[in-house]
């Protein structure tokens, strides 16, 4: 099976949707270039206040096709980088 990547997205700033890329780079250990996410510590307010400085271990959001499909399915109008995801 091989995989393809529909899309891509980042936001500079916390927003739940993420406007749609041309292209993106990976910076390793970091995530993606130019998203607020990208860093070696969370970013998330409540993991901050919860947790402190912690480690960031989802700095990139990936999501199937499939859960698009099947969102659709049950009425959700929805497309790539409305729920948040990078790519």
Same mark, same amino acid.
């Given at each position: 099976?091989?995989?393809?990547?529909?899309? =891509?997205?980042?936001?500079?700033?916390?927003?739940?949707? $993420?406007?749609?890329?041309?292209?993106?780079?990976?910076?390793?250990?970091?995530?993606? &270039?130019?998203? =607020?996410?990208? %860093?070696?510590?969370? $970013?998330? @307010?409540?993991?901050?206040?919860?947790?402190?400085? =912690?480690?960031?271990?989802?700095?990139?959001?990936?999501?199937?096709? &499939? @859960?698009?499909?099947?969102?659709?399915?049950?009425?959700?109008?929805?497309?790539? %980088?409305?729920? %948040?995801?990078?790519?």
């Amino acid at each position: 099976m091989n995989a393809i990547v529909a899309a =891509v997205c980042r936001s500079p700033t916390h927003s739940f949707s $993420k406007p749609m890329a041309d292209r993106i780079t990976l910076i390793a250990a970091l995530g993606i &270039e130019g998203d =607020v996410h990208q %860093g070696a510590t969370s $970013k998330h @307010l409540a993991r901050l206040v919860g947790f402190g400085n =912690v480690p960031n271990l989802r700095q990139v959001h990936l999501i199937h096709a &499939e @859960l698009f499909d099947e969102l659709r399915s049950l009425g959700f109008t929805l497309s790539a %980088g409305m729920m %948040g995801e990078n790519s």
